[in-house]
């Protein structure tokens, strides 16, 4: 019997490491908070209290999720836009998260455009350095590169898009 006990709670913990959010992201941004409104400077965290903030932040977050995608689903739309996400935040009763959420959000998306415009500027102008170069033709004989067509210059504007989200995944 206790061997089915230590199962079942092995099993729970190793879904809660799954889902949760990554240990050492929480620890930075709860001490960080911390060290905001702290004179400490040493601010130390028990594994409890790192696990309890862990599971409240996550608990959190499908809550907002949830509600969000409820928001979603009323509008008889798929896809959760970032004001779903407001009105989410308002209806359960956290209208003061929602400035800040905008400000952030509209940081990040002058940071992305910026991004953005810089690496279409060098990817155009890589391509037409790439066009102006010659090409051996097979026959010992040079030629200048074609122009791509519409379907790889789509191609490419996909890929670097890609790479873009990647890039601001990582951020």
Do not use: W
Not at 6 to 33: D, H, S
Not at 53 to 58: D, I
Not at 66 to 92: G, M
Not at 143 to 156: F, L, Y
Request: hydrophobic share 30%; aromatic share 4%; proline share 3%.
């Amino acid at each position: 019997m206790a061997e089915i006990d230590k199962e079942k709670v092995i099993t729970a913990t190793v879904q809660i490491e799954q889902e949760g959010l990554p240990k050492t992201i929480v620890r930075r941004l709860v001490k960080y908070k911390l060290s905001q409104l702290s004179t400490d400077t040493d601010i130390s965290l028990l594994r409890d209290s790192l696990l309890a903030f862990s599971e409240s932040a996550r608990i959190f977050i499908h809550y907002l999720s949830s509600t969000a995608n409820d928001i979603c689903k009323e509008s008889k739309r798929q896809t959760i836009n970032a004001e779903d996400v407001f009105k989410a935040l308002e209806e359960i009763e956290f209208p003061e998260l929602i400035e800040p959420l905008k400000a952030s959000l509209e940081v990040f998306r002058e940071k992305n455009s910026k991004r953005k415009s810089a690496s279409s500027k060098s990817a155009e102008s890589n391509k037409k350095a790439k066009l102006k170069e010659p090409v051996e033709n097979g026959n010992g004989k040079m030629k200048e590169q074609e122009q791509p067509s519409d379907n790889e210059n789509e191609d490419a504007q996909a890929e670097e898009e890609i790479n873009e989200v990647e890039d601001s995944a990582d951020d």
